[in-house]
């Protein structure tokens, strides 16, 4: 049980596109989700906090307008990054939690390449 | 606010060998909790082991274990009998206050 999915796996945008990820659970219901930013050999960055049916809540640094996060049902939040540029390239990991509860449960991330 | 510290960049042990990832954290929080993850080559996150900071007990999952040493805000994961299949990255992150913060991590490699 407790299992995220994300999609796509990879993508590659064109500078100036935008792209979409969607980050899924499965098999329970999630009214939060986190999505986490990693760079090569480095830590995961927690960009944004989304609660179902409310605005996202973005960590300091983190541009709401380029970044735009929606958790419209219980087990879909999606990622969208607009006007990508290279410097978005990045893998990006998001989690879900049941309740208010400690414990999250990772997707398998997906790689985003801007060219 | 949290802070997770990984002093070991690196770490690499003998296969069957015992081995010890350093962890210290700091957080203002009362309730919090303790983890630490497994990344390996394929990214995905894995929970290793877990622990309740309101807990005394060292929490201990099959070949893994932790020391975790409250006043001093130490959380160290041992590794025991060790496995081709442990090399990965391994991350130590703290939960407070609705957020769950990482370390830098530590890359363990396990030579056969």
């Known amino acids: 049980g407790a299992v995220v999915s994300q999609h796509p796996s990879r993508v590659i945008c064109k500078s100036g596109t935008s792209v979409k990820i969607e980050c899924r659970s499965l098999?329970?219901?999630?009214?939060?989700m986190f999505w986490y930013r990693q760079f090569p050999k480095q830590s995961l960055m927690l960009m944004a906090t989304s609660n179902e049916g409310s605005k996202a809540t973005y960590e300091q640094g983190v541009e709401k307008d380029k970044f735009l996060i929606n958790h419209a049902s219980l087990t879909l939040s999606t990622l969208t990054v607009t006007s990508a540029h290279p410097e978005d390239s990045s893998f990006y990991i998001c989690?879900?939690?049941?309740?208010?509860?400690?414990?999250?449960?990772f997707g398998p991330g997906t790689r985003l390449t801007v060219t | 606010a949290q802070t997770v510290t990984q002093s070991q960049p690196e770490m690499s042990v003998q296969e069957a060998e015992t081995v010890t990832l350093s962890c210290t954290y700091d957080t203002s929080e009362s309730d919090y909790y303790l983890f630490w993850y497994k990344q390996p080559p394929s990214r995905q996150m894995i929970l290793v082991i877990r622990q309740e900071a309101y807990k005394q007990q060292n929490a201990t999952e099959n070949r893994f274990s932790v020391n975790f040493q409250k006043a001093a805000k130490s959380f160290s994961l041992k590794i025991s009998d060790s496995q081709l299949g442990d090399a990965a990255m391994y991350f130590c992150?703290?939960?407070?206050?609705?957020?769950?913060?990482f370390g830098t991590g530590t890359r363990l490699t396990i030579i056969p």
């Open positions: 989690s879900a939690r049941v309740g208010t509860g400690f414990m999250q449960y």
């Open positions: 992150a703290s939960f407070g206050n609705e957020k769950l913060t």
């Open positions: 098999d329970f219901q999630a009214t939060t």
